[in-house]
């Protein structure tokens, strides 16, 4: 009876092999999506982080160039006849910056109590340039004498960056 036991386990059945191996592959195959999930999680965080330093090197880049741009409110004339419906603007742009290309300024004309509201001078001021602009209000704003202008750069995708600064001028 003896022989007949160490038959038996001399010679195992096939199918606890196979079984084995399909759990090492199953074992394999998730360890192997465990990590392709690493990798991808990884891949977004970096990409999340270079984004962010990008946009604040961006940042960054428009501050020293806005730094360096230097636009003078020099005139502001009522062309409508005390009407105030519309101004000539000049401005002129100094030599500073003179490789900083201008998209344009956006400007508001004010007087003692109200504002003309954001008026778009689509217009690059090259250095060492003066340029007068027409500019004309929707509602009526007789005796404007201040401006405020903020000068605006085109990015790299063709889109304005305004400027964090704004010039002030009293006439």
Known sequence: MEEQQTS????PPKKKKKRTGLIVFIVVLVVVLIFAGYLLAQALLWKKVKDTINEGSG????SQNCRQVEIQAIALVDTSGGAGTSYDLTL???????SIEVGGVKAVLFDDN???GVLDWNYNLEPLRTHTESLTLTTPLPNANR???TVYLINNLGE????????????
């Open 8 to 11: 038996q386990f001399a010679n």
């Open 59 to 62: 940042q960054v880049d428009l």
């Open 92 to 98: 002129k742009r100094t030599g500073s910056g003179d």
């Open 114 to 116: 109200e504002n003309s």
């Open 147 to 149: 401006v405020k202008i």
């Open 160 to 171: 304005p960056m305004m400027c964090p600064e704004t010039i002030t001028k009293d006439f």
